[in-house]
């Protein structure tokens, strides 16, 4: 008797099912950007490092990062770059308050 999940259809079904199931470890994935930052009056400026909800590219880095910093007084100046989880530690301590605060 042959076993009707060895057909095509249900490979298929199998196999999509393994990739839906494999997708939210790979949405954990975490997307940061590096970034500078200034302040007027007196002039202060900053390096920092900040969690990005988006698409993990700089323009969304910068769209997401201009109102958070924007609400503490903060004028972004450019994203240095986007990203994953690997690059926290070597960015941690050159970010010193500013990381992971915006």
């Keep these: 008797m042959k076993?009707?999940?060895l057909s095509?259809?249900?490979l298929s079904l199998l196999t999509a099912l393994a990739v839906i199931l494999a997708l939210p470890a790979a949405?954990?994935?975490g997307c940061f950007a590096d970034y500078k930052a200034k302040q007027d009056n007196p002039l202060r400026l900053h390096?920092?490092?900040a969690q990005i909800s988006g698409a993990c590219e700089p323009a969304s880095a910068e769209t997401e990062l201009t109102p958070r910093l924007a609400a503490e007084g903060w004028t972004l100046l450019n994203v240095?770059?986007?990203f994953g989880d690997e690059g926290l530690d070597q960015r941690k301590d050159s970010a010193g308050t500013f990381y992971l605060r915006f």
């Design 80 to 82: 240095l770059s986007v």
């Design 47 to 49: 390096y920092g490092v």
């Design 3 to 5: 076993n009707p999940c």
């Design 27 to 29: 949405a954990t994935a």
């Design 8 to 10: 095509n259809p249900c």
